[in-house]
């Protein structure tokens, strides 16, 4: 094997291989594949990779050639062309590459390139290549798969510690759910199963004393079995809102509302629970002022914040409900002058849910329940529920709705 020294013969190699590799650095795979003479069987980056047949070889070929992630600029720095044989030669170079990704660009220097190219055709064409990469995570004369597999090697890691973190959130978020669904079943057992006792045990006393009862009794007796009613009524429509919610099946469908009906809705199925304990509840809402919400959880939303609000204020109290709109919206609150709420409450609630059963001012049932619903369905119309209260200076929920879409 000697070096070519023909200048003409050394010109038309140098041009065909040139050809070759600016198809290679930007990116030509068909004017690769026609730089390829027939037969081409091996192809090797560092170390040669033995193919069964010309279409493995290029396959092979191919794999290399799609890892770069953009065009490949190149500089030439040396080039020797030896003959093994009159139409067979053997051309060493070297070369600086850079790679330009969106962020960075690299320069990987050193690039040492073995190409066997014969005669085909009148024309000179690659018959085996072999090239590697010294840089400095590897020692010189390492393949660059080596170095690939370095960097595979922490890209795997970086996922795999992406995919714990992503396990322990949805294992802790299945823990939430366990804690809510046994929570719920407490409810269940508990919170819904005393009501029915109640109206299943005044009913039977009723049912039982018809003709012993006066009037002012029996009207006592029906007065408690309509308070359980609705009181029982309220938790099981929170706990299948709740349900639906959780599984998706809560549609979110917002459309301009005129407030002040909806508001006088769901008063007026509350003035029974407010008369019996002389609870004033009065309403500040122009008639006029109109909202983007969806009705179902907007109802939701009301209904739950006054029915706490009675709730929780004791005989002889006031309930306000008032809007106005504001400079990002309609603001909307309901106010009390009941017992009020402790600050670590006012923290569970606003920092994600919770469920506690507390007695109201007239030993209603309560769950908590509908407070996490309310928050929930505030932030689906992208406001947040705000509280302030004080231990025995009453509460004050309210939440900003839009005035219009978008």
Not at 16 to 21: C, E, I, M, N
Not at 345 to 365: C, H, L, P, S
Not at 367 to 386: A, I
Request: hydrophobic content about 35%; proline content about 3%; charged content about 30%.
């Amino acid at each position: 094997m000697r070096p070519i020294t023909d200048p003409i013969k050394k010109q038309e190699i140098l041009d065909a291989y040139l050809v070759y590799y600016k198809a290679y650095s930007e990116r030509n795979w068909g004017e690769m594949l026609s730089s390829l003479a027939s037969g081409f069987t091996m192809f090797g980056t560092g170390v040669d990779e033995a193919c069964e047949d010309e279409q493995q070889a290029k396959d092979k070929l191919r794999r290399e050639f799609f890892q770069a992630p953009s065009p490949v600029e190149y500089d030439v720095k040396c080039i020797n062309i030896y003959e093994i044989c009159k139409d067979v030669v053997l051309l060493m170079a070297i070369k600086d590459l850079y790679v330009t990704s969106q962020e960075n660009e690299f320069c990987f220097r050193g690039n040492r390139s073995s190409i066997i190219m014969k005669m085909e055709g009148g024309n000179w064409k690659v018959a085996h290549g072999h090239w590697s990469q010294p840089d400095k995570d590897i020692a010189e004369g390492e393949s660059v798969p080596y170095r690939l597999l370095i960097e595979r090697s922490r890209e795997l890691e970086k996922l795999v510690s992406e995919r714990t973190k992503k396990v322990e959130e949805q294992k802790k978020e299945l823990q939430n759910l366990n804690s809510t669904k046994d929570k719920l079943f407490s409810i269940i057992a508990h919170d819904l199963r005393n009501p029915f006792n109640s109206i299943l045990g005044f009913s039977e006393m009723l049912y039982r004393n018809l003709e012993n009862y006066n009037k002012e009794k029996m009207r006592e007796m029906l007065d408690a079995i309509y308070t359980q009613s609705n009181v029982t009524y309220e938790l099981l429509e929170n706990l299948l809102n709740w349900a639906r919610s959780q599984t998706d099946m809560i549609s979110f469908s917002p459309r301009e509302v005129k407030l002040k009906p909806v508001v006088n809705e769901i008063t007026f199925h509350m003035e029974v629970m407010a008369g019996n304990k002389d609870i004033e509840l009065n309403l500040d809402i122009d008639p006029d002022l109109k909202v983007y919400a969806d009705r179902n959880l907007l109802q939701i939303i009301l209904r739950n914040l006054i029915h706490n609000a009675i709730k929780f204020t004791p005989e002889g109290g006031i309930v306000l409900v008032s809007a106005g709109a504001g400079s990002d919206g309609v603001d909307v609150s309901v106010k009390d002058n009941g017992s009020g709420i402790e600050k670590e409450v006012i923290r569970k609630i606003q920092d994600g849910f919770t469920m506690e059963t507390v007695a109201g001012t007239a030993n209603e049932v309560g769950t908590g329940l509908g407070l996490m619903l309310c928050r929930e369905f505030v932030e689906k119309h992208g406001g947040s529920l705000d509280i302030e209260s004080e231990p025995g200076n009453g509460s004050r929920f309210s939440f900003t709705l839009p005035h219009m879409a978008g």
